[in-house]
């Protein structure tokens, strides 16, 4: 059975690349244009085996949804968050996410980081 | 005889000259001090009367005295004495006059006639040199204030405007009788001031040469801020006589710092603007490159894994680096405002004809949006830069669709009065608030610069396309009401015929 993967990015170009990308690696993907469609996702899907979250989004972002994911699912699907931001580190311990890589990151980058952190 | 040797010893030592005159006013005795202060000899002295044409005496003010104002003869005349007359004194062997101070008296005799007259001098040619001093430099002092152009003003201790000079009254508006006798703080101090300036009194913060930044108030109610430089004048017993105090009027000094002030803080408000829109212009930039590097990446490991590469990817990395490379001569065409190079290449063009094929290509791009556009029967020729002015017309287009809801109409429309055209484009959006309609053609600004503004871009647009317009001698505008929708427009002078 192939592996789920949740990908949360508002800028559609580079969540239908990756979604393009990680579907060669055999992965099964789900896709969100915010924290609010993801949330609206879950409730209809199983639990991915990992979530891939954005930070910066309108309707609701990736703090926003953070809060809301762990409030009702708990750490039940690991989360690493997308950052542009100089304290990616930082970012992750914030809203209590497992990693994090910071934008722009190259493809074999963002397949290492999904191993290590997949459910 | 002991008692006349005496006498005579004691006349010539005196310090003081004494001449004895009989009645007809002719020298009978005179000491060797009178004959030192007179220059003469006493041969040349005796037997001589007061008339004698070697006499020659000036009164205190150095005018001629006449023979009869000389004392032995004023004695002679009037029988009294004189006391303490100020005579100068003319000798043919000196340059200035000897100055003495003169007493004479009458003697008289058992018939109460006069039959002597004594008169002595005392020296005061260096009394009267040092008082001639004090006097000019005096006159100095007072025609140096006199022609400063800093105020000066004399204050005694009570308060009372004792002297002012003429850059004062001329600073204040005020005449010097206005000033002189009235008591500080009126008339020149604004009412609000006087409680500093007790203040500053009563806490005797008026020290010598401290400076005070006050503000002054002239006659005619305007005020202006000056300096003070008190200095205390006090007497022998240390007790404070009067304040004197130069005045500046530093009004220009102050407008220039304010001036200095605001440019300052322009350019930094220019710096804060030009930092934020490099952030908003590195932020821009790196969402389509690195979409464009991750299809990129995506082809690449497609080729390697031998899967084959669709149309659809390639058209996908166009539109990205379509999306760079608009940025790119966005940022290109404001440097170039900026510095005012943007040249214009001018030709006679039907501008009808141009905004409809403008129209079409937004049709092929969003073909869902109803465009409408009556285009005249005949063409509408203008002498423009074609390329600038379909940027300007693209410009506008795109941005009514950008900000206006998916099913509503764009109205593109052309009118021309006698000598211009307006071309507008009506959208049925949001509306912009008066507020921000001010700040839509200043560069670096979007309408809404919220996260949910998807529309991207750097807020340029419309600055670019104003600065295009008014190249070309135009104006551009908005027009807009809440819930209603907008219509933005550009009038450009006609050809001249």
């Known amino acids: ?119 | 005889m002991k008692l006349q040797k005496e006498f005579d010893h004691l006349f010539e030592n005196f310090t003081t000259g004494v001449v004895f005159h009989d009645a007809q006013s002719q020298v009978i005795f005179a000491n060797p001090e009178a004959l030192r202060l007179l220059g003469l000899t006493i041969d040349q002295m005796l037997g001589k009367n007061a008339t004698d044409p070697h006499w020659r005496f000036i009164r205190e003010d150095e005018s001629l005295m006449p023979l009869n104002e000389f004392p032995v003869n004023q004695v002679l005349a009037s029988g009294k004495p004189i006391k303490n007359l100020v005579i100068g004194i003319i000798r043919s062997d000196l340059t200035r006059p000897v100055w003495a101070m003169c007493n004479a008296h009458p003697e008289f005799d058992q018939a109460e006639n006069i039959y002597q007259v004594i008169v002595n001098f005392t020296d005061v040619t260096d009394r009267r040199n040092a008082t001639d001093q004090l006097k000019s430099s005096l006159q100095f002092t007072k025609d140096l204030i006199g022609s400063m152009k800093e105020g000066f003003i004399v204050i005694d201790s009570q308060w009372i405007i004792q002297d002012v000079n003429p850059a004062f009254c001329l600073m204040t508006g005020f005449s010097h009788e206005e000033l002189v006798g009235q008591k500080i703080p009126y008339p020149y101090w604004p009412a609000e001031e006087v409680d500093y300036l007790k203040g500053v009194c009563d806490a005797k913060v008026l020290k010598v040469r401290e400076s005070l930044e006050l503000i002054f108030m002239r006659k005619d109610g305007t005020r202006f801020p000056i300096i003070a430089s008190p200095s205390l004048v006090k007497n022998a017993k240390g007790e404070i006589v009067s304040y004197i105090s130069s005045i500046t009027d530093i009004s220009e000094r102050k407008e220039a710092e304010l001036k200095i002030k605001a440019a300052l803080e322009e350019s930094k408000s220019a710096a804060i603007i030009k930092s934020r829109f490099l952030d908003t212009a590195a932020h821009e930039l790196r969402t389509p490159v690195s979409a464009f590097s991750l299809l990129l990446q995506l082809t690449q490991k497609k080729l390697e894994q031998g899967i084959a590469v669709e149309m659809p990817i390639l058209i996908r990395m166009r539109k990205q680096v379509d999306r760079i490379s608009d940025l790119v001569v966005e940022l290109m065409d404001v440097s170039r405002l900026e510095r005012g190079v943007l040249n214009l290449k001018l030709k006679k063009t039907d501008i009808a004809s141009m905004i409809a094929s403008c129209l079409d290509d937004f049709r092929l791009r969003a073909p869902k949006r109803p465009m409408h556009f009556i285009q005249p029967e005949h063409p509408i020729e203008i002498t423009i830069d074609p390329l600038r002015i379909n940027q300007v017309i693209s410009n506008l287009i795109d941005n009514a669709l950008k900000y206006s809801f998916e099913d509503t109409p764009i109205k593109v429309s052309i009118t021309t009065t006698q000598t211009h055209l307006c071309v507008s484009v009506k959208d049925q959006g949001h509306g912009i608030t008066e507020e921000k309609q001010k700040d839509l053609f200043a560069p670096f600004s979007r309408g809404s610069d919220d996260l949910t503004d998807k529309s991207g871009g750097l807020g340029l647009g419309l600055f670019i396309s104003r600065e295009i317009i008014t190249l070309h001698g135009g104006t551009m505008g908005v027009r807009s009401t809440i819930g209603e929708g907008s219509t933005f427009y550009f009038e450009l002078p006609l050809d001249k015929k």
């Open chain 1, 1 to 119: 059975m192939n592996k789920t993967i949740l990908i949360i990015e508002d800028e559609e170009e580079i969540l239908y690349t990756l979604r393009d990308f990680l579907e060669i690696e055999g992965y099964q993907v789900l896709t969100a244009l915010n924290g609010f469609e993801a949330i609206q996702l879950l409730e209809k899907s199983v639990m991915p085996n990992l979530i891939l979250l954005d930070m910066k989004m309108p309707i609701m972002n990736g703090w926003e949804f953070a809060a809301a994911f762990l409030a009702k699912y708990d750490h039940q699907c690991p989360i690493v968050i997308t950052t542009a931001a100089g304290d990616a580190a930082q970012r992750a311990k914030d809203i209590n996410a497992n990693d994090w890589i910071s934008k722009p990151f190259d493809l074999d980058t963002l397949l290492e980081k999904i191993k290590q952190n997949e459910l």
